[in-house]
């Protein structure tokens, strides 16, 4: 997605918790031809992600765009889940979005415009055995979707949700290790017959963050090979 979006020519902030890689992101993202940079941040904190939104202010003048897609998982049974994990993963997955949806709108108001795109999962529409606090979070992705999409389209602001699917990732090759026969059951699902890329992301987030979909709010759209389409 973001290199999608560098291609588009937008400027871009980093944010991750691993300095190391978003020095990497950052000095692949910055040979596209756009200004990139990052900063070190654990947005399952609330002053976290009020601080990234300020400091991204800072450093652009402005901001036009936010992806949530801060995400982690625990491949583990409902009645296995830890207090601590079920915790951490709703603050990563969910809270985050909502800290900085929030802390972004007044930018985005002043602005006249912005785009908001949250980054669900099939696990959004699904359940699975081995996702219970996920799944919670995904699926509290979407309603937020919705209700971010109803208070602030008068405002023009437009907030949607990607449904990635079975995206082969180090989350999701995590899964593989922890889940038997799993990847056979996601070929085996899925119509296109592949597992995706992460590159199989970028055109719906450079359409999202677009003025082509003006009239587009609070949609959840899946990126999955056809995955869900079978119900």
Same mark, same amino acid.
């Given at each position: ?15 991750? *918790? ?39 202010? #800072? ?10 897609? #801060?995400?982690?998982?625990? #491949?583990? *049974? ?5 207090? $601590? ?12 979005? %909502? ?10 108001? *002043?602005?006249? *415009? ?62 593989? $290790? ?21 590159? $199989? ?5 450079? %359409? ?6 003006? %009239? ?10 056809? %995955? #869900?389409?079978?119900?």
């Amino acid at each position: 997605m973001a290199r999608g979006l560098a291609g588009a020519g937008g400027g871009l902030m980093i944010v991750g *918790r691993d300095q190391t890689k978003n020095a990497d992101a950052v000095k692949e993202l910055s040979t596209l031809g756009v200004t990139a940079v990052s900063v070190a941040a654990d947005l399952a904190d609330e002053a976290a992600c009020r601080s990234v939104v300020e400091e991204t202010v #800072a450093r652009f003048g402005r901001l036009d765009i936010l992806v949530n897609n #801060a995400g982690i998982g625990v #491949a583990k *049974r409902p009645e296995e889940h830890s207090t $601590d994990e079920w915790r951490k993963t709703l603050d990563t997955n969910l809270s985050s979005a %909502f800290w900085l949806s929030q802390a972004a709108y007044p930018e985005l108001k *002043r602005a006249g *415009r912005g785009k908001i795109i949250n980054i669900g999962s099939m696990m959004s529409i699904f359940g699975a055995s081995f996702a219970a606090a996920y799944a919670a979070s995904k699926g509290g992705l979407v309603q937020l979707t919705k209700a971010l999409a109803t208070s602030w389209a008068a405002e023009n602001i437009q907030v949607n949700a990607v449904l990635p699917g079975w995206i082969d990732t180090d989350l999701t090759r995590m899964a593989r $290790d922890h889940v038997d026969g799993l990847n056979e059951q996601v070929l085996a699902r899925t119509p296109a017959g592949r597992w995706g890329v992460p590159e $199989d992301l970028a055109g719906v987030a450079v %359409f999202l963050a677009s003025p082509a979909p003006d %009239f587009v709010t609070g949609a959840a759209i899946p990126v999955d090979g056809g %995955f #869900a389409a079978q119900g």
